[in-house]
T-cell receptor, first 112, second 112 residues
């Protein structure tokens, strides 16, 4: 199956700093999703991104499917951004979105 | 309010005692899925369902059963739980191919 690697595994920032999280995957994909799990365990879908760039407030994501990676940018970080960020490309046959393989995540800590 | 509801949220049980974790969504979503989350392993997909009476295995289906008799419900059944099924379980649903994946709050299961 598809292999997913996220980096860095841990990241500590001061409030207001910017950061880039990376997701590498082993197979060609036609879409990829980013998720955030807050310190209380709640999982939120951030982006569904087939290719190119999407933006939502201070967060944006870029997927370069041909080069098998995606980047999540967090600008002007806030303490509420803390938590684990997961990427998940599809792993079903033909790029089916029914099966997802999650990376192990990046643990982000934003200090005040 | 759109939501995915899981029950129970916390459960301690013993080896071999059958249990069911319920999942219900109020968004009329076709797609539903179960994941387990373990330290160091991230989120792994157990089973998913594309619609009523249509289910398929994820990456770690061994020891689990599911059924989808109604659109809103997707219970996860552990016929004979074992300690290696101690985990945090998440149910999720999605309305379309590219729709946002909504997660339940999680069910923490301990098997002694």
């Amino acid at each position: 199956g598809i292999q997913v690697e996220q980096s860095p595994p841990d990241l500590i920032l001061q409030e207001g700093a910017n950061s880039t999280l990376r997701c590498n995957f082993s197979d060609s994909v036609n879409n990829l999703q980013w998720f955030h799990q807050n310190p209380w365990g709640q999982l939120i879908n951030l982006f569904y991104i087939p290719s190119g760039t999407k933006q939502n407030g201070r967060l944006s994501a870029t997927t370069v499917a041909t080069e098998r990676y995606s980047l999540l940018y967090i600008s002007s970080s806030q303490t509420t951004d803390s938590g684990v960020y997961f990427c998940a490309p599809p792993s079903g046959s033909g790029g089916s979105n029914y099966k997802l393989t999650f990376g192990k995540g990046t643990l982000l800590t934003v200090n005040p | 309010e759109a939501q995915v509801t899981q029950n129970p949220r916390y459960l301690i049980t013993v080896t071999g005692k059958k249990l069911t974790v319920t999942c219900s969504q109020n968004m009329n979503h076709e797609y539903m899925s179960w994941y387990r989350q373990d330290p160091g392993l991230g989120l792994r997909q157990i089973y998913y369902s594309m619609n009523v009476e249509v289910t398929d295995k994820g990456d770690v289906p061994e020891g689990y059963k599911v059924s989808r008799k109604e659109k809103r419900n997707f219970p996860l059944i552990l016929e004979s739980p074992s300690p290696n099924q101690t985990s945090l379980y998440f149910c999720a649903s999605r309305g379309g191919w590219t729709g946002e994946l909504f997660f339940g709050e999680g069910s923490r299961l301990t098997v002694l």
